[in-house]
Nanobody, 116 residues
Framework: QVQLVESGGGLVQAGGSLRLSCVAS????????IGWYRQAPGKQREWVTS???????AYRDSVKGRFTISTDDARNTVYLQMNNLKPEDTAVYYC??????????WGQGTQVTVSS
């Protein structure tokens, strides 16, 4: 069983930055796909970005050039650096890990609110 704990959300003005963290209870990078999703009020949860061990990260178009996913193997942590935030980025952000076996784990989410 893997536990994921996110942190780093908050309230920020448009144009500002936040860095989200997701700490896993075990090694998260070997043969795994880890990434971030978000869910805005009244909308479906959507994929934001993901990366596999040693792989090239992928981003949804609306965050390309503004968001960066990175990992710290030693700390079993994945980060989401979010720059030039926009009001439409407001959502609960979730960390997601998919194991090679197909098992999927989610964190509890962290709220990001961007004011205009």
């Amino acid at each position: 069983q893997v536990q994921l704990v996110e942190s780093g959300g908050g309230l920020v003005q448009a144009g500002g930055s936040l860095r989200l963290s997701c700490v896993a209870s075990g090694s998260i990078f070997r043969d795994n796909l880890i990434g971030w999703y978000r869910q805005a009020p009244g909308k479906q949860r959507e994929w934001v970005t993901s990366i596999s061990g040693g792989g090239i990260p992928a981003y949804r178009d609306s965050v390309k050039g503004r968001f960066t996913i990175s990992t710290d193997d030693a700390r079993n942590t994945v980060y989401l650096q979010m720059n030039n935030l926009k009001p439409e980025d407001t959502a609960v952000y979730y960390c997601r890990l998919e194991q090679y076996s197909g098992k999927v784990f989610w964190g509890q989410g962290t709220q990001v609110t961007v004011s205009s």
